[in-house]
């Protein structure tokens, strides 16, 4: 049983998904999605701690050896990344239940969750899987799911939005699978452990040049750097409020995993510094995403579209650890990948909270809340102190290894942009803070109370992950160094 | 040299680019998924003549035949085209909810409802029209 778990944390999802169109019944389904989400997560527990006392599995799918078959393989990176996905997948589906009833027609919610559930397969089957073509089925798996999960709710610029992310999400698939094709051209093999095997031979052909330029815009255009992210603001704002907060918590996450095994794993990192100056790109793209990002965050009024802003801006920092190439660099940027996650689930929930109540997520709407809903709005501002990396969140570890990366690398320069665009982010929470606390109520009501209990647990569930993996960090820092050290260990 | 014996990489460079444009020129939903396909068609024939081997026929096992085309760049391009017609699919049936909601299916006229949408909004959170600012249109 436990020899087939990297399989079935991807099949049991997979498997539920047309399932759940027979049980029919929305609040069935739902409990039911719960459980299948709980069950992958149990899994992908398991197999972190497998990995972490006997090392890197591997998975031969029916029994196939590697080059012919597809390998699923299993090391510390991604099994940390599986049970992130796969954890906060299950915590934002406890909420759903009764989200989901208030923001969709009732007609839809069976819907909603087969296709929540494709999503969540996509996701993980990304992560597990060894096989450069299966990685790019599983995206669009991923993908196409997501499209249907923003579009499925009633705003009608959640349509114009996912159809915006349409385009340009197949675009960014279509760039990988030719820069899979031109590598398969080269090499003749799909297997990712394989392809790096085989690459270093060609190394100096054009064609995998060209490979390496299409996949990396491909991943770059789905995992949002910033010229590429302008599909993710309307998306995530008027997207179901369920939908934003997993698709914030890890579908750009999960891309930010694709780009770090293409360049550590396949491609190998002399090969990456031989051939693009990518390093430089990604320290300029980062900073300036950084910046123009927590800028125009602060001119939002639409409070989800200041949070996706926001996390174009997170997607920055992650994508300056991975600049800095060295262990501590790689460190910090799967750090942030987990804290990040954390924050933002717990953020956007709590906006899908107040959204049940009073139906808007206009922050002039908000006027008032404070008093009314005190729980829900302590959990925005606690995930808002997160994003400033105030000390005691998860936000000021991720920040303070970025910033011992950046010094340790000698780029003080950039250390202090880094806390400076802190300071970004100390403005547009305190926006918030300022219509929640000291503004006159506007709309608010007698009638609003607080959120109810069903949404209230899960959030503060990811505060308290949000302030505990900040005070203690030996999960989050020691898998994270681990993965470092692995991924520099493959190719040193 | 061999320019013309690479034929197929060009048709499958100016299929690619035709397709990319007209996703990028055109303001039409539908013209954009036309545009979107053809793009994706280029890379199904990229495919499609890697696995052509000179002289090879088709991989059936046969005594008369020595050499066989590679099947695989074949096999995992059916995968593909299954994805795209899903994508071309979901695609329009987006397309279709657009034109229900919006009664247009020309980008500039929902982003012309959109905005108006939005100045409202904005209008009733600060009590005045609020000029367009730079990042306002950076997202447009």
New interface residues.
Partial sequence: MTAHFPILQVIIPLFAAPLCLFLRIPRLVGVFAIFVSAAAFLISYGLLQEVITHGTISYKLGGWPAPWGIEYRIDTLNSFLLLLVSGVSTVVLLASLSSISRELPQNRHTYFYTAYLLCLTGLLGILATADAFNVFVFLEISSLSSYTIIAIGTDRRALAASYQYLIMGTIGATFILIGVGLMYMMTGTLNMYDLAERLPAVYKSKTVLSAFGFFIVGVCLKLALFPLHLWLPNAYAYAPSITTAFLAATSTKVAVYVLIRYIFSVFGIEFVDMSLPLGDIFLILGLVGIFVASISATFQLNIKRLFAYSSVAQIGYIILGLAIETQLGITATLLHLFNHALMKAALFLAIGAVFYRIGSAQLNHYAGLGKKMPLTMAAIVAGGLSLIGVPLTVGFVSKWYLVVALLDKGWWPVAVLVLLSSLIAVIYVWRVVEWVYFTPPRIITEEVKEAPLSQLIPIWMLVLANIYFGVDTRLTVGVSKLAAQSLFGVNL | MNIIGLYNYWIVVVLMLIG?YI?IAHEN?IK?LVG?TI??TS?FF??IS?GKVAGATAPILDENYQIYSNP??HV?IL??IV?GI??TA??LA??V??YE??GSIEEND?QVQ?TH??LE??L???GRQKPP?L??Q??N
């Fill in positions: 990319f996703v939903l954009k979107l793009f994706q890379v990229l495919y890697m695989l760049p995992l995968t593909a994805v899903a994508t979901l695609g987006l397309v909810r657009i909601a919006y929902i959109d949408d939005r909004c904005q009733e959170a600060y600012t990042f306002d950076e997202t």
